[in-house]
T-cell receptor, first 113, second 112 residues
Framework: GAGVSQSPSNKVTEKGKDVELRCDPI?????LYWYRQSLGQGLEFLIY????????KSGLPSDRFSAERTGGSVSTLTIQRTQQEDSAVYLC???????????FGPGTRLTVT | DAKTTQPPSMDCAEGRAANLPCNHS???????VYWYRQIHSQGPQYIIH???NNETNEMASLIITEDRKSSTLILPHATLRDTAVYYC?????????????FGTGTRLTVIP
């Protein structure tokens, strides 16, 4: 079946611009996670959604970062006024329910110039 | 979540079994052992998980010691496509348990 998909696969943007990254989770998965991975580094947790509950935003690095999940399915991660340090691969994962194994998308490589 | 310790790198000959160790000496009774891998330029891929008993699926086997302080991921017949960074993660499976903490992992190189 279809896995987690993310778009775009690559995004180059100028410093100060806003970007939106999209994640389509596996159908039927109620939990959705956003991570980012800087070059050569491990994964950094950003935000987590479970069903209709309020998201866990504890990993968001600044108020320039926000995310929403519409209808309990598709999620959008928005970065406002991008900075060069925002350059990374942004990974989305979904799981059947919170606590279950997570399945990752291919990621969006964001480059801020 | 409990801390895990893995060797930074390992080599394995193609066709041989790859045995990747992980120490998790501070694991709690309700924490599971998960293994993921990340092939270059791809998102992490779930491999297997277990609590106490050994587990096997189509990808790998997971051997957990009786005291649960360490485990070994076994790829029975390594192929070149198994070259990746392998992450051992210990975590609780319950409501409110959300993000995964990926350490530095073991970089496995399968050699032709």
């Amino acid at each position: 079946g279809a896995g987690v998909s993310q778009s775009p696969s690559n995004k180059v943007t100028e410093k100060g611009k806003d970007v939106e990254l999209r994640c389509d989770p596996i159908s039927g998965h109620t939990a959705l996670y956003w991570y980012r991975q800087s070059l050569g580094q491990g994964l950094e947790f950003l935000i987590y959604f479970q069903g209709n509950s309020a998201p866990d935003k504890s990993g968001l690095p600044s108020d320039r970062f926000s995310a929403e999940r519409t209808g309990g399915s598709v999620s959008t991660l928005t970065i406002q006024r991008t900075q060069q340090e925002d350059s990374a691969v942004y990974l989305c994962a979904s799981s059947f329910m919170e606590g279950y194994e997570q399945y990752f998308g291919p990621g969006t490589r964001l480059t801020v110039t | 979540d409990a801390k895990t310790t893995q060797p930074p790198s390992m080599d394995c000959a193609e066709g041989r079994a790859a045995n990747l160790p992980c120490n998790h000496s501070t694991i709690s009774g309700n924490e599971y052992v998960y293994w993921y891998r990340q092939i270059h330029s791809q998102g992490p891929q779930y491999i297997i998980h277990g609590l106490k008993n050994n587990e096997t699926n189509e990808m790998a086997s997971l051997i957990i010691t009786e005291d649960r302080k360490s485990s070994t991921l076994i790829l029975p017949h390594a192929t070149l496509r198994d070259t990746a960074v392998y992450y051992c993660i210990v975590r609780v499976v319950q409501t409110g348990a959300n993000n995964l903490f990926f350490g530095t992992g073991t970089r496995l190189t399968v050699i032709p």
